[in-house]
């Protein structure tokens, strides 16, 4: 068995980026939570709260599922109760955000260093969630063009015409999928 075939002996400096270590890619697998000045403190005089959005908790150089779920429950249970019941000055329902119990969730992104040596998160991953999405509903309708084309009528309009019926005409594609209203 290799060593990347075994899950339980796994080590810290393995597989967490030291604060000032360099990633060798533009984006990591990483685990964050919103920047709040009640719970983070201020970061420095000229960032303002609302230009940060998520603060960087770790980053993982080599992902092991069972590693990352016991660094998250440890992140979510740090949470006190008197921080669970806080405001933020952005999110209205923050309360709501922070007591799911997939807050604090690995996500994929691009990690951006302040000048206050603070390393903020650029999220990736509601792109993959997006395209996924509307893949299936280009799936979806695929599935509709080709029933309605294995309609007799629409065989028979193409038989005649060279050219299926409108309604089953067009065939969704990949190209262009992330601005077609279907």
């Known amino acids: 068995m290799s060593d990347y075939d075994s899950d339980d002996d ?7 980026y030291q604060p000032e270590e360099e990633s060798l890619t533009k984006y ?9 000045t009640k719970i983070h403190g201020f970061l420095d005089n000229n960032t303002k709260e609302e230009n940060i959005g998520y603060l960087v908790c770790c980053r993982f150089k080599n992902l ?4 990352v779920e016991d660094i998250s429950s440890e992140l979510v249970g740090a949470y006190h109760p008197s921080i669970r019941n806080g405001k933020h000055a952005i999110y209205r329902n923050y309360r709501n955000i922070i007591s799911e119990p997939d807050y604090i969730k690995p996500e994929i992104a691009q990690c951006v260093y302040l000048e206050s040596k603070h390393c903020v998160a650029i999220l990736k991953t509601f792109w ?6 509307t893949w299936k509903n ?10 309605e084309r294995c309609n007799v009528k629409s065989i ?3 038989e005649l ?17 992330l601005n077609a209203k279907l």
């Open 10 to 16: 796994y080590e810290d400096n393995e597989n967490l």
């Open 28 to 36: 990591n697998i990483i685990l964050c939570e919103l920047y709040n």
């Open 64 to 67: 092991h599922i069972e590693f």
């Open 128 to 133: 993959i969630k997006w395209i996924q999405r």
């Open 138 to 147: 280009i799936c979806t309708e695929r599935k509709r063009i080709l029933n």
């Open 156 to 158: 028979r309009h193409r």
């Open 161 to 177: 015409t060279g050219k299926w019926p409108s309604i089953c005409n067009h065939w969704p594609r990949l190209q262009g999928m």
